[in-house]
């Protein structure tokens, strides 16, 4: 039985290890062509607030007084594959199976990231406003344009 926190540790397709160091290695460079497409790579295009930063910044403080919000530009939305089990032990827990990369974070009110770091959420809550992307903890808003894309746990886990 797959749980959801073994999403960052699936096996290979055949359901058994990868063994030998061609294996090995193919395996490394069909994950870093993944990688690199799903960081780097063309995506449905989303839109999010076309607010500055300033403005956003003074939204946030206004509607979220109590923090827990991260402010972040250049945005990737991520349909994670998932099998019907773990769909199903996400919903049990009110989540989706998406989770949202970000190149640029603006500002984070808990100070867990810097201006200008990456950051990678945990799965999505609920999604408001089209622009308020709510896991369990924490609000992000997203800013400028980004992109749709999907992917495997897997290749969500080599990047992070």
Request: glycine share 8%.
């Amino acid at each position: 039985m797959k749980r959801i926190s073994d999403l960052g540790r699936l096996l290979n397709c055949n359901g058994e290890p990868a063994s030998g160091s061609l294996i090995m290695r193919a395996n490394a460079v069909d994950g870093l062509d993944a990688m690199t497409d799903l960081l780097y790579g063309p995506g449905q295009h989303m839109a999010g607030s076309d607010m500055s930063n300033e403005d956003a910044m003074t939204y946030a403080r206004n509607s979220f007084p109590f923090g827990n919000y991260c402010i972040v530009r250049d945005w990737i939305w991520i349909d994670l594959d998932v099998t019907d089990e773990q769909r199903s032990e996400l919903a049990k827990t009110r989540r989706q199976p998406v989770i949202l990369y970000a190149h640029g974070v603006v500002i984070d009110s808990e100070r867990r990231w810097d201006i200008g770091d990456f950051v990678r959420t945990s799965p999505l809550h609920i999604f408001e406003e089209g622009f308020h992307f709510k896991t369990r903890h924490t609000v992000y808003l997203l800013l400028g344009a980004g992109r749709r894309k999907q992917a495997s746990a897997e290749t969500v886990a080599r990047i992070f």
